[in-house]
């Protein structure tokens, strides 16, 4: 069974500044997906950004980026110029990408971002 | 386009009692899973549908049911309510299941409390 790490429960990050998010994972699969979640004191679940295992680009979602590190099993969030809006919990999501393989995401524990102005 | 909808949005039932919650995806989106989420057990997946069939569930008890319309609307039922099924239901949507449908889309959520 895949399993989804975050080692940060907590981190704090100056407005401006840039803070990075830690997510390992475990799999046998090679065909895969990665995504972060924020979840916003409102509870809704928001996407951040998506990687398939596949491409070895890192994605990028303008002031949002990765560092997909398929051989070391690792999936970090970077956040550029951090606004208080950031301020939420992140989760780390893998998702199968097998031939009629399940959807289900597996979700990590959560990191709590807080943002200090 | 509008986003996934959970009704309602907060349920206070008490231990013994049954709870039905629904989801509309997205317009187009044929997929939906439920997602459970509790303090203490973070984010658990409890079952996925597409075209009206569950193709998985998770290690929930019987108790903890599904199903989904021939318009991609879910709703998920909870019988006999023990206080432990208080948590936030999660709901999300999918366009499918190949390559490039696969990112689910979550709603707001459904509130559970039980006394």
């Not at chain 2, 019988?79 to 689910?104: I, V």
Request: glycine share 8%.
């Amino acid at each position: 069974a895949q399993t989804v790490t975050q080692s940060q429960p907590e981190m704090s990050v100056q407005e401006a500044e840039t803070v990075t998010l830690s997510c390992t994972y475990d799999t046998s699969e090679s065909d895969y997906y990665l995504f972060w979640y924020k979840q916003p004191p409102s509870r809704q679940m928001i996407l951040v950004i998506r990687q398939e295992a596949y491409k070895q680009q890192n994605a990028t979602e303008n002031r949002f980026s990765v560092n997909f590190q398929k051989a070391a099993k690792s999936f970090s969030l970077k956040i550029s110029d951090s606004q208080l809006g950031d301020a939420a919990m992140y989760f780390c999501a893998y998702r199968s990408g097998a031939q009629g393989g399940s959807e289900k995401l597996v979700f990590g524990k959560g990191t709590k971002l807080t943002v200090n102005p | 386009k509008a986003g996934v909808t959970q009704t309602p949005r907060y349920l206070i039932k008490t231990r013994g009692q049954q709870v039905t919650l629904s989801c509309s995806p997205i317009s187009g989106h044929r997929s939906v899973s439920w997602y459970q989420q509790t303090p203490g057990q973070g984010l658990q997946f409890l079952f996925e549908y597409f075209s009206e069939t569950q193709r998985n569930k998770g290690n929930f008890p019987g108790r903890f049911s599904g199903r989904q319309f021939s318009n991609s609307r879910s709703e998920m039922n909870v019988s006999t309510l023990e206080l432990g099924d208080s948590a936030l239901y999660l709901c999300a949507s999918a366009r499918g299941l190949g390559r490039g449908q696969e990112t689910q889309y979550f709603g707001p959520g459904t509130r559970l409390l039980v006394l």
